[in-house]
């Protein structure tokens, strides 16, 4: 959250190090010529935030980025699980989310459309679409069909395309909060546990760093304990790319 993790030195003998049986990673893919880096590496699944397929809209949102980076990147890529995360707003990219997924599906990608997180950028003057009425839309046009699902404890609920026979994705954090079957906590580059992305934090492992790992994984465990049902907004003070984590 909040940063390009492909961007820092060394992030690929990082992640080589950690040995980890499942490897996700969310990015941008906005470094030039990452692709095969990645191709080489243990990650596994990959988000990609893609807001807009139009370069001049893509420029605009991202601050000056380059479209056509990204989908180079894309292009590339080999042997990934990829999904590809949108964020609806609306009068900036809702009429597009047709062409998203069309875009998604040809390449074998899961295209995801997401609710904006008010909380952290209130301020920034874009305003969430109904991804309902979205879900509608597509629905009335058999863009999708079937009965919505999710699968396993994702914060997605899902339904099918008729035409590729691939999922479509829904997260809705604000208008259907699934703060019940959600499993995740948050550890930020400093060392800080949250249990809700919306909370301040409420522990932190790096002093326990230097007793070494069971001491680390029993905070883990008794911190996991205290996880509540229900979203917890503390934290309005934050915002995303300060979280880090």
Same mark, same amino acid.
């Given at each position: /959250? =909040?940063?390009?993790?492909? %961007?820092?030195?060394?992030?690929?003998?990082?992640?080589?190090?950690?040995?980890?049986?499942?490897? =996700?990673?969310?990015?941008?893919?906005?470094?030039?010529? !990452?692709?095969?880096?990645?191709?080489?590496?243990?990650?596994?699944?990959?988000?990609?935030?893609?807001? /807009?397929?139009?370069?001049?809209?893509?420029?605009?949102?991202?601050?000056?980025?380059?479209?056509?980076?990204?989908?180079?990147?894309?292009?590339?890529?080999?042997?990934?699980? !990829?999904?590809?995360?949108?964020?609806?707003?609306?009068?900036?990219?809702? *009429?597009?989310?047709?062409? !998203?997924?069309?875009?998604?599906?040809?390449?074998?990608?899961?295209?995801?459309?997401?609710?904006?997180?008010?909380? @952290? &950028? +209130?301020?920034? $003057?874009?305003?969430? %679409?109904?991804?309902?009425?979205?879900?509608?839309?597509?629905?009335?046009?058999?863009?999708?069909?079937?009965?919505?699902?999710?699968?396993?404890?994702?914060?997605?609920?899902?339904?099918?395309?008729?035409? &590729?026979?691939?999922?479509?994705?829904?997260? /809705?954090?604000?208008? +259907?909060?699934?703060?019940?079957?959600?499993?995740?906590?948050?550890?930020?580059?400093?060392?800080?546990?949250?249990?809700?992305?919306?909370?301040?934090?409420?522990?932190?492992?790096?002093?326990?760093?230097?007793? $070494?790992?069971?001491?680390?994984?029993?905070? !883990?465990?008794?911190?996991?304990?205290?996880? @509540?049902? +229900?979203?917890?907004?503390? +934290?309005?003070?934050?915002?995303? *790319?300060?979280?880090?984590?």
């Amino acid at each position: /959250t =909040g940063g390009e993790p492909f %961007a820092r030195k060394g992030v690929m003998d990082f992640f080589r190090r950690l040995k980890l049986d499942n490897w =996700g990673v969310t990015t941008s893919l906005a470094v030039e010529n !990452i692709a095969g880096q990645i191709n080489n590496s243990p990650v596994d699944n990959i988000n990609v935030s893609l807001d /807009t397929l139009d370069e001049s809209g893509y420029s605009w949102i991202t601050g000056g980025g380059k479209l056509e980076i990204v989908l180079d990147n894309l292009k590339k890529l080999k042997n990934k699980k !990829i999904k590809l995360n949108t964020i609806l707003i609306e009068d900036f990219n809702y *009429s597009e989310a047709e062409k !998203i997924i069309s875009f998604a599906h040809r390449r074998g990608f899961i295209p995801r459309f997401i609710e904006k997180m008010n909380l @952290f &950028s +209130a301020g920034d $003057g874009l305003k969430s %679409a109904s991804l309902s009425l979205l879900e509608k839309e597509l629905l009335q046009r058999g863009v999708v069909s079937g009965r919505a699902y999710r699968q396993d404890s994702s914060a997605a609920f899902y339904r099918l395309s008729p035409y &590729s026979g691939l999922p479509v994705g829904f997260i /809705t954090p604000l208008s +259907a909060p699934f703060c019940g079957s959600c499993d995740r906590i948050r550890l930020s580059s400093s060392g800080e546990l949250k249990s809700c992305l919306f909370a301040e934090a409420e522990a932190d492992i790096a002093p326990a760093l230097k007793a $070494g790992r069971k001491e680390v994984e029993k905070i !883990i465990k008794e911190f996991l304990k205290m996880k @509540f049902p +229900a979203r917890k907004e503390d +934290a309005e003070s934050l915002t995303m *790319s300060g979280i880090g984590g």
